[in-house]
Nanobody, 124 residues
Framework: VQLQASGGGLVQAGGSLRLSCAASGRTLSSYNMGWFRQAPGKEREFVSAISWGSAIKNYADSVKGRFTISRDNAKNTVYLQMNSLKLEDTAVYYC??????????????????WGQGTQVTVSS
């Protein structure tokens, strides 16, 4: 599966952005999906994940209550709605796919397919 992330940009603190991850090559319903981010000088970290049928969602503590992950398998697209953005949310955001399973994965090494990343910059 090929993944293409989009929707990043420059936004003021407190603002919102919605990231999209479009999949091609295989149907998205075959995968659990995740969002990760990497800030300058830091390691890539888990942000959120969603099961193949949207029944299970998981969030990093740092984004709980502010970010919402969703997916539309008919459109082969996963979304990350980001509200109340903070300066520390500035990073390159990546979507990733792992074969569907009952348990959501939060470790990036368990994701086999990655998008190219989209930059999110939050300004004061």
């Amino acid at each position: 599966v090929q993944l293409q992330a989009s929707g990043g940009g420059l936004v003021q603190a407190g603002g919102s952005l919605r990231l999209s991850c479009a999949a091609s090559g295989r149907t998205l319903s075959s995968y659990n999906m995740g969002w990760f981010r990497q800030a300058p000088g830091k390691e890539r970290e888990f942000v959120s994940a969603i099961s193949w049928g949207s029944a299970i969602k998981n969030y990093a503590d740092s984004v709980k209550g502010r970010f919402t992950i969703s997916r539309d398998n008919a459109k082969n697209t996963v979304y990350l709605q980001m509200n109340s953005l903070k300066l520390e949310d500035t990073a390159v955001y990546y979507c990733a796919a792992t074969p569907r399973s009952p348990r959501l994965r939060v470790d990036l090494v368990e994701y086999q397919w990655w998008g190219q990343g989209t930059q999110v910059t939050v300004s004061s």
